[in-house]
């Protein structure tokens, strides 16, 4: 048996082949958390205390499903997102904090609003986004659809777990038939696909070999499919003075912006996340309003 002390140490260095030494540490101490129950400070008092067979059993599955490349998240079954703990497993997305970026955005813009705000996400994965606005959003009537059944059936169980309530729709929204049977709302809202498949061979082993590729990749030939998609749907179910908000490629954000001014889009709008890149945008239809 492994001490707490021997099984972080052990665990750190087994990982660094994989990640630098500052995540791989990181990594350690959320597994070991995940496995005694017991945080950083008090793993520290209690260094020398032995893992109990069964948590001993969970310390060698874990590193077996870390050293294979799937993500901590997945090991564990949770991510944070905007200060909640979501349920994930390979059927959705991890959470980032781009897209708490993105969610805080529409939050900033409408919070003041009294009257009743409509929402839809297109492609909610683990549901963080919509579960995040009506938790936020008091006066927000929140849809959220997705391709996935499986994907849908994770966001149902967080938005239970999280005592919100969210209408799911298991729904292609490529499929311009059955999308344009979506109501109208206020605001759209999406985190889509947007990565050229070619350059699933450049990205680390935990995003290309777990999270799903449906959720994650374009055709080589069309990196902005999904935001022609929404742009389009958008002039027939966005309310007047409504919005878009979409999360981006950085290397596409440019020509986002002018697609949906060719569309006919007003007060199109790019920002920066966090570490300086042109990751989201806002698009309205009214030239009057803005928020």
């Not at 209690?46 to 998240?73: F, I, N």
């Not at 742009?231 to 596409?252: M, P, T």
Request: glycine fraction near 6%; hydrophobic fraction near 40%.
């Amino acid at each position: 048996m492994l001490s707490y002390n021997h099984a972080f140490y052990e665990l750190r260095t087994l990982l660094q082949p994989l990640y630098d030494e500052r995540e791989a540490t990181a990594i350690s101490h959320e597994i070991l958390f995940f496995i005694t129950g017991h945080n950083k400070a008090d793993r520290l008092i209690h260094k020398d205390t032995m893992l109990s067979s069964e948590q001993h059993g969970r310390y060698e599955m874990a590193v077996r499903e870390l050293l294979s490349g799937k993500p901590l998240q997945y090991v564990t079954g949770t991510a944070w997102f905007m200060g909640k703990e979501f349920e994930v497993n390979e059927n959705v997305l991890i959470p980032r904090p781009e897209t708490e970026e993105l969610v805080e955005w529409v939050i900033n813009d409408w919070k003041s609003r009294e009257e009743k705000i409509d929402i839809l996400d297109i492609g909610t994965g683990s549901g963080c986004i919509p579960i995040s606005l009506t938790s936020a959003l008091l006066q927000a009537t929140v849809t959220a659809c997705d391709i996935s059944e499986a994907a849908l059936q994770v966001a149902k169980q967080n938005a239970e777990k999280l005592s919100v309530t969210v209408s799911f729709l298991q729904l292609d929204f490529l499929d311009t038939i059955a999308s344009n049977k979506l109501g109208n709302y206020d605001v759209i809202v999406s985190n889509p696909p947007y990565i050229p498949a070619a350059e699933r061979g450049n990205m680390h082993i935990n995003v290309k070999d777990y999270e799903p590729a449906i959720a994650l990749f374009v055709p080589d030939n069309d990196p902005l499919l999904f935001y022609k998609a929404i742009a389009s749907f958008g002039k027939q179910h966005l309310n007047s003075n409504g919005y878009i908000y979409c999360e981006l490629d950085a290397g596409h954000a440019a020509m986002c912006k002018e697609l949906f001014e060719r569309a006919g889009y007003r007060n199109v709008a790019l920002r920066k996340d966090i570490h300086g890149n042109l990751r989201m945008l806002k698009a309205g239809i009214s030239e009057r309003y803005s928020i």
